[in-house]
């Protein structure tokens, strides 16, 4: 595996691989390696010829100056985690990548300004911003994302449509530790009891699916989590699983969705879990 730090490089290999015949996949992470990012690693390297990963913290997709200075960087870990699965990672500084501050201003829609685009303002602007870059230059076939962030490949799919980025989008599952918790690389920040009274949060979606219309689903999950003094939820939405609008029925064509964010302290932690 090779390390790359600079967009000229990137740029230039990605040609070259390409023009050898070869097919690309993509990784774009935040670093803070898990073993969710690497099953999402692992399926590119079985996919493709050749795998380039990116760890990059993007500061535009921040909207809070202190989840940023927060947020974990361990480039020598995460590089020993991939190991032989990606042949290049993408390593970049913030000046590499932006030498001038973004000032791309997007509209991706419903899909972008419910759930989290209402909380986090701003957020999916700077995801769009950074990823069409990354898919810009690499030029993958397949890019992989996790279903934990299920809006954010929903945005990450309009924004493909909008820019005409021929990538092809490739969902994963959700990784979860052996407690049903979600993988996220912000669970390094909770306490051990912390960690273990998250698992709950899995634990009431999953129990949530014995009722079978959204009134009295959203009463149970609400009731559940309020049962938890280590919890304050942000949102539990149900959501039809391809436009994100409000669903009022499970009967819905495209599937329902319930979506939930939890304050753990400080940590906010997202989950989702497929109704219908
Ligand atoms: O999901 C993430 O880690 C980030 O939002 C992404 C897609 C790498 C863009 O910075």
Redesign the pocket.
């Known amino acids: 595996m090779e390390i790359v730090n600079t967009v000229e490089k990137l740029i230039d290999i990605a040609v070259r691989e390409r023009a050898a015949g070869k097919t690309i996949g993509m990784v774009?992470?935040?670093g803070a390696l898990h073993e969710g990012h690497i099953s999402l690693i692992r399926r590119a390297h079985e996919e493709n010829d050749v795998v380039f990963c990116?760890i990059?913290v993007?500061p535009v997709?921040f909207n809070n100056a202190e989840d940023l200075a927060k947020y974990p960087r361990t480039l020598e870990a995460d590089v020993q985690l991939i190991g032989d699965l990606a042949d290049y990672v993408f390593a970049p500084t913030v000046e590499e990548v932006f030498p001038v501050a973004p000032t791309e201003v997007y509209d991706f829609g419903t899909v972008a300004n419910v759930m989290e685009g209402a909380a986090r303002p701003g957020h999916f602007n700077g995801?769009g911003v950074?990823?069409r870059r990354l898919l810009e230059w690499v030029r993958p076939h397949k890019a992989y994302?996790?279903e934990k962030?299920y809006q954010?490949i929903a945005v990450i799919r309009e924004m493909c449509t909008q820019c005409r980025i021929f990538a092809e989008i490739v969902p994963c599952p959700i990784v979860r530790e052996p407690n049903g918790l979600a993988m996220s690389s912000r669970n390094r920040r909770l306490s051990v009891h912390e960690f273990e009274t998250s698992a709950n949060i899995h634990r009431i979606l999953e129990e949530s699916k014995q009722f079978d219309n959204v009134q009295e689903i959203k009463r149970f999950v609400e009731t559940e989590i309020a049962k938890i003094p280590e919890f304050q939820l942000d949102y539990f939405e149900l959501a039809d699983a391809q436009t994100l609008l409000t669903a009022d029925t499970l009967d819905n064509p495209h599937g329902v969705m319930g979506f939930i964010t939890v304050y753990v302290g400080p940590v906010r932690l997202i989950d989702n879990v497929k109704y219908r």
């Open positions: 774009p992470t935040m990116s990059f993007n997709q995801v950074i990823v994302f996790g962030d954010q």
